[in-house]
């Protein structure tokens, strides 16, 4: 019988909820760092929200950041440590609103590290305030008619944003929400974390999560919705393919 390799995820369970997208994301982050062999030599920087419950499952090293930061601490990780796998791991809300200013700069710098953002489409730790990713019409706690565009802006694309820097490394977006989805994010994680070894720059992939608790439906709803709901907001795919491909 073949013995699969585990990947290097701690032995204790994860502490999400049960449908939360962020476990699968760990995973198939936690499989491509295994299977390029730096699982003794990464060092993720970590935003507040519900990435921090990563710091039970995952088994490299972690920084935990003030809230947005992450993105500048990984490039001074990267700075100190170029030996290292430098990945950053956070939220929408960590990522692309209170740290938008820190996210856009690393990229524009051409940051030689990896960038992923969960977006589950609300500020999930806090009890599902809205987030700069909610989509129209969705309800939140703090847009309980649903969010209304024309007032609160429309939702942020940032891996659209960056991929017109053409500098950096690559750009994707991915999902969790099928398994045709994930197979697909498996390579653009692949890709990404390859372009950092490579040195070839900046690589951010987001990928759509489910939040089911927050969200208020059940797991096979927050799936359904996320097609119907998400995925026109945010289509997934290769925004800025790697230097060599394009
Ligand atoms: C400076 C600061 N402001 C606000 C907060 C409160 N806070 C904690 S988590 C969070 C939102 C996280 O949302 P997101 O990044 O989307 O992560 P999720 O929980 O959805 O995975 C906020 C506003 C904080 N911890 N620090
Ligand atoms: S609140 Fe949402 S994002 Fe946070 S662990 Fe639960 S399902 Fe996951
Ligand atoms: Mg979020």
Redesign the pocket.
Known sequence: MKTLKRPFMQDEPNHFCSGCG?GIANRIIAEVVEEFGYEKKSITTL?????CNMNFSWGGDKLQC??GRASAVVTGVKVARPDVLAMSY??????YV?GIAETLNAAYRNANVTVFV?N?N?????GGQM?WTTVPDQITTTSSRGRDVYTTGTPMKVPEMVSTFDNIGYVARGSVHSVKEINALKKYVRAAIEAQINGEGYSLVEILAP?PTNWGLNLEESLKWMEKDVLPHYPTGELLKRKGDR
């Open positions: 962020h935003g507040v929200g519900c990435s003030a809230h956070q939220g929408d809300g960590d990522a209170i969960i589950n609300n500020f999930a730790m806090t987030s939040c």
